[in-house]
């Protein structure tokens, strides 16, 4: 048996905006408590804002989301202001920052979609020009929520370190890639493919259900915060796991694999983690 620890735990209170690691969290069917419990609502097209657009979203990942779990979500501007979810100009406040109007909402509108740009249509125009996307409803797995499939995803330090090593030094895998659970189990890179269809157990009562490799954006090129764009992480991945996540996608360049919750749980990190037959 597969067996090993967990090595990160992270959270991103607001969709599309960076987000938080924490040492310890409750996981039950909705995900890790306080992931994605809130999204900005383009006020003009009404679909649910999200860096998978970069010509028009990619300011999303200046911004920093943290807290939710039993406070207000704090949001901290690329000048370093604060924010709280609760302000009575937040809608005012956010719009500024992202050059939109925009609404934070924390429930999903009924058939709430998103645009996903094609991420080889950005690597060859830049950032700047619109190029075709794709219209996408969220919660696949979970309706209702901001979720764009599935409520877990999950990525081990060997698939992160493999892509590194393609990487300039600093580039950053870890919040390019935006998992839940960082995973040491002591296997080789991309092993997350072959456990669609496994359970996997983490802590004392975490059991996880394995769907699909988790195919990527045009976001892992972005510039998140400090980090600067950097192209290679989504090249170096189509280099190394393209495979087709569910049928009818045909092949994509992959990272780590989303999950579902069987039974609920708290982790803390260092848990111990094993993945079933």
Same mark, same amino acid.
């Given at each position: 048996?597969?067996? /090993?620890?967990?090595? =990160?735990?992270?959270?991103?209170?607001?969709?599309?905006?960076?987000?938080?690691?924490?040492?310890?969290?409750? +996981? *039950?069917?909705?995900?890790?408590?306080?992931?994605?419990?809130?999204?900005?609502?383009? =006020?003009?097209?009404?679909?649910?804002?999200?860096?998978? =657009?970069?010509?028009?979203?990619?300011?999303?990942?200046?911004?920093?989301? !943290?807290?939710?779990?039993?406070?207000?979500?704090?949001?901290?501007?690329?000048?370093?202001?604060?924010?709280?979810?609760?302000?009575?100009?937040?809608?005012?406040?956010?719009?500024?920052?992202?050059?939109?109007?925009?609404?934070?909402?924390?429930?999903?509108?009924? *058939?709430?979609?998103?645009?996903?740009?094609?991420?080889? @249509?950005?690597? @060859?125009?830049?950032?700047?020009?619109?190029?075709?996307?794709?219209?996408?409803?969220?919660?696949?797995?979970?309706?209702?929520? $901001? $979720?764009? $499939?599935?409520?877990?995803?999950?990525?081990?330090?060997?698939?992160?370190?493999? +892509?590194? /090593?393609?990487?300039?030094?600093?580039?950053?895998?870890?919040?390019?890639?935006?998992?839940?659970?960082?995973?040491?189990?002591?296997?080789?890179? $991309?092993?997350?493919?072959?456990?669609?269809?496994?359970?996997?157990?983490? *802590?004392?009562?975490?059991?996880?259900?394995?769907?699909?490799?988790?195919?990527?954006?045009?976001?892992?090129?972005?510039?998140?915060?400090?980090?600067?764009?950097? !192209?290679?992480?989504?090249?170096?991945? @189509?280099?190394?796991?393209?495979?087709?996540?569910?049928?009818?996608? /045909?092949?994509?360049?992959?990272?780590?694999?989303? @999950?579902?919750?069987?039974?609920? /749980?708290?982790?803390?990190? *260092?848990?111990?983690?094993?993945?079933?037959?």
């Amino acid at each position: 048996m597969i067996s /090993g620890r967990v090595v =990160q735990l992270r959270r991103y209170p607001v969709k599309s905006l960076l987000g938080e690691r924490t040492s310890a969290a409750d +996981i *039950g069917a909705t995900g890790v408590a306080g992931d994605r419990v809130l999204a900005l609502l383009d =006020q003009t097209s009404g679909r649910v804002a999200s860096a998978k =657009q970069p010509h028009r979203w990619r300011g999303l990942l200046t911004l920093r989301a !943290t807290g939710g779990v039993t406070d207000p979500v704090r949001i901290t501007l690329p000048d370093g202001r604060h924010l709280s979810s609760e302000d009575p100009d937040i809608d005012t406040a956010l719009s500024a920052a992202v050059g939109r109007p925009v609404t934070l909402v924390d429930a999903a509108p009924p *058939g709430a979609t998103l645009l996903r740009s094609h991420p080889e @249509a950005v690597l @060859a125009a830049g950032l700047t020009d619109e190029v075709p996307a794709d219209e996408s409803r969220l919660g696949s797995v979970l309706p209702g929520t $901001f $979720f764009d $499939f599935a409520p877990i995803h999950l990525v081990t330090t060997a698939t992160l370190d493999r +892509i590194a /090593g393609h990487l300039p030094p600093g580039a950053g895998t870890v919040e390019r890639y935006r998992p839940n659970l960082v995973l040491d189990v002591g296997t080789d890179a $991309f092993a997350e493919n072959g456990w669609v269809g496994r359970e996997l157990r983490v *802590g004392p009562d975490l059991v996880l259900a394995v769907l699909a490799p988790t195919p990527r954006c045009a976001v892992p090129t972005l510039a998140h915060g400090p980090l600067p764009r950097e !192209t290679e992480a989504l090249r170096v991945p @189509a280099r190394l796991n393209r495979v087709e996540p569910l049928p009818g996608m /045909g092949p994509q360049p992959c990272v780590g694999a989303y @999950a579902t919750v069987l039974r609920s /749980g708290r982790v803390v990190d *260092g848990d111990h983690v094993a993945v079933g037959p």
